[in-house]
């Protein structure tokens, strides 16, 4: 870790370039929540316990995108992983679940049209993404496609912003921010959580019980030192050292490296959507009991 810190600059390793935009959307977050309350129809004081999952969630985001992780990924799959973990499993559902009701209300009246609902019924839809999602993080992990990625800072970019908004797309369906708009009764919910489960299990597959390494950006010298640059001001030296001399970073063997970050992310998300699944059941009782007064078992209601 010693010569990670040593090998960079603060700029490298701390990404000021996505602080600023991540404090500029905190503040806005609390100019809107408090000074722009009144304005917005229907509004009530945010929970304390909100702030603190948009504030994580923001956090989150930062690991996931910057900070010492971000180069780290370029140096073992592990951290990259991690990074995925903080992006897409920690910092979306976070910030779905800090936006008080009455904003997403506001949004959805404000953007509202024959046209939209012809297109939101068509594209923010539960199947559409399960399977975006899943999809694309199933693709980002073919070794083809990854190398290619990581190669071109333009694509993977891009890339990640779109495997952003389908997390949220599929977040959104899992957590139900609106009960009122939601398109999946409570026991839908908890089978389409079960799904994206399951769907996700090939991409940890394939890097968990791959025979060899799979990606040249972790096993190929000019590759990693192409994509290194990226991580570096322009002009700045890639220290090679990092990769395969006596200051190297990495501490597992290639294969090992792989085989955790598949493990990680399959514990991980296993670990979010159990979690998801006892969010969703706490919604149901909570609407069981403001209905009938007391849950029984004939109130558990079939799919149809």
């Known amino acids: 870790m010693e010569s990670l810190f040593s090998s960079f600059g603060f700029r490298t390793l701390w990404t000021p370039e996505l602080i600023v935009p991540l404090v500029l959307i905190g503040v806005l977050y609390f100019y809107v929540i408090t000074k722009l309350r009144k304005s917005f129809s229907g509004s009530q004081p945010v929970k304390l316990r909100q702030k603190v999952y948009f504030l994580l969630g923001l956090f989150a985001l930062y690991l996931g995108w910057g900070s010492p992780l971000y180069v780290a990924g370029h140096l073992m799959i592990t951290f990259h992983m991690t990074q995925m973990v903080f992006s897409y499993i920690v910092a979306t559902p976070l910030l779905l679940l800090g936006i008080p009701k009455w904003v997403y209300e506001a949004g959805i ?84 959580i079960f799904a994206n489960g399951i769907l996700i299990t090939p991409a940890c597959a394939l890097i968990i019980f791959a025979g060899q390494p799979l990606y040249e950006t972790y096993t190929n010298p000019s590759v990693w030192a192409t994509v290194m640059s990226f991580c ?28 955790l970050a598949g493990v990680l992310m399959k514990i991980m998300q296993e670990l979010a959507y159990g979690f998801t699944i006892g969010y969703v059941f706490k919604q149901w009782l909570s609407k069981e009991k403001q209905q009938d007064g007391v849950l029984t078992i004939s109130d558990i209601p079939t799919m149809k």
């Open 232 to 259: 570096l001001p322009a002009g700045a030296t890639v220290p090679l050292s990092l990769f395969n001399g006596p200051d190297s970073f990495i501490f597992l063997e290639t294969r090992m490296d792989q085989q």
């Open 109 to 192: 009246r404000r953007f509202h049209s024959p046209f939209s609902a012809r297109i939101t019924k068509i594209v923010w839809n539960p199947i559409m993404a399960l399977f975006l999602f899943n999809g694309l993080f199933s693709v980002y992990h073919v070794p083809f496609v990854f190398d290619t990625l990581m190669q071109s800072a333009v694509l993977h970019s891009l890339y990640q912003y779109f495997l952003f908004v389908t997390s949220i797309m599929m977040w959104w369906f899992m957590l139900a921010p609106i009960p009122n708009k939601v398109q999946l009764s409570d026991l839908r919910r908890i089978g389409y």
